[in-house]
């Protein structure tokens, strides 16, 4: 990897902050959907590691299952970073997109 997933464009960001939250987040996702989009998305999630975990892996598995439940491509490609100095942060994108951007 010769890049940061802070590097790539951004189309909308979710600061969470409980699993409701993503439950919420990953909704919106599936319905602005990754298919002909030219930019990901970023969850950020608190630095408890307990809780960014379940949140987490909350929004991983309800991207792919909502993507699956609309029959769509669930080429999705996903990283996990330190954000800043109370979040961590996920990028979401699309792995067509990824490839048009040269990534």
Known sequence: MDFH???L???KTYD???EKDA???VEDMINLGFK???EGF???MPKETKLAKR???SVTTGVTHGLRQKNEIR??????YHYDDEHYAIVLISNTALTELGF
Do not use: F, H, Q
């Open 5 to 7: 997933p802070k590097d």
């Open 9 to 11: 464009p951004i189309s």
């Open 16 to 18: 969470l902050k409980n």
């Open 23 to 25: 439950l919420d987040a």
């Open 36 to 38: 002909e989009r030219k």
């Open 42 to 44: 970023r969850v950020l």
């Open 55 to 57: 949140i987490g892996y």
């Open 75 to 80: 080429d999705v490609r996903y990283w996990t």
